[in-house]
C-alpha cells in the first residue's frame, strides 16, 4: 500500500444526526470544495480558520500545532470539537513479552492544545478524526 493510499483512508466527511466527521488528512480547500460538506462549518473555515493558515493545509496539521493563544483555537473550543487519536501503549503477552498497541481516544481540543507538537510527537499520538457537534456549529456566531 502505498503512501498516497494510506492517507486517503483518512480524507472523508460523514455527517449523523447529532454530529460532523471529518478525516484529519482532509485540507480545508477540499472542505470548501465538497459541495455535500456542511453548509455552516464552510462558513467557519472561511471567516476564522482559514485566515491564518493556507487553504492546502490539513485539518491534522493545523491541529497539531495549535496553541492556545491562536484564534482558531477559540474557534475549535467555542465549537466543542473533539479529536479521535490513536496512542501508542505498551502491552505484556502471554509469555511476559512486550509488544506496542495504539489504544484509540477521544480528546477535546482543549487537552489536544495542552501538549506542545514536540510533546505529542515523543508519546507517539497519531490524529485520525475531528468530530464536531452539529448542534454547537448552529449555535456559532458566523
Not at 19 to 43: H, P, S, V
Not at 91 to 111: A, L
Request: hydrophobic share 35%; net charge neutral.
Amino acid at each position: 500500500m502505498t503512501e498516497n493510499e494510506r492517507s486517503h483512508d483518512f480524507k472523508y466527511m460523514i455527517q449523523d444526526l447529532y454530529r460532523l466527521y471529518f478525516g484529519i488528512r482532509c485540507t480545508y480547500r477540499e472542505i470548501l470544495e465538497n459541495e455535500d460538506a456542511y453548509y455552516r462549518f464552510k462558513a467557519v473555515c472561511r471567516q476564522y480558520l482559514i485566515t491564518e493558515v493556507d487553504q492546502d493545509t490539513t485539518l491534522e496539521s493545523h491541529l497539531y500545532h495549535l496553541t492556545p493563544d491562536q484564534p482558531a483555537a477559540g474557534v475549535y473550543t467555542e465549537l466543542g470539537a473533539r479529536v479521535k487519536l490513536s496512542v501508542p501503549v505498551v502491552k505484556k503477552g502471554m509469555f511476559g513479552r512486550e509488544h506496542k498497541v495504539y489504544k484509540e481516544e477521544i480528546w477535546k481540543v482543549t487537552e489536544l492544545m495542552e501538549l506542545s507538537a514536540q510533546r505529542k510527537q515523543f508519546r507517539g499520538i497519531v490524529l485520525t478524526e475531528l468530530q464536531i457537534p452539529k448542534i454547537r456549529l448552529r449555535e456559532f456566531a458566523v
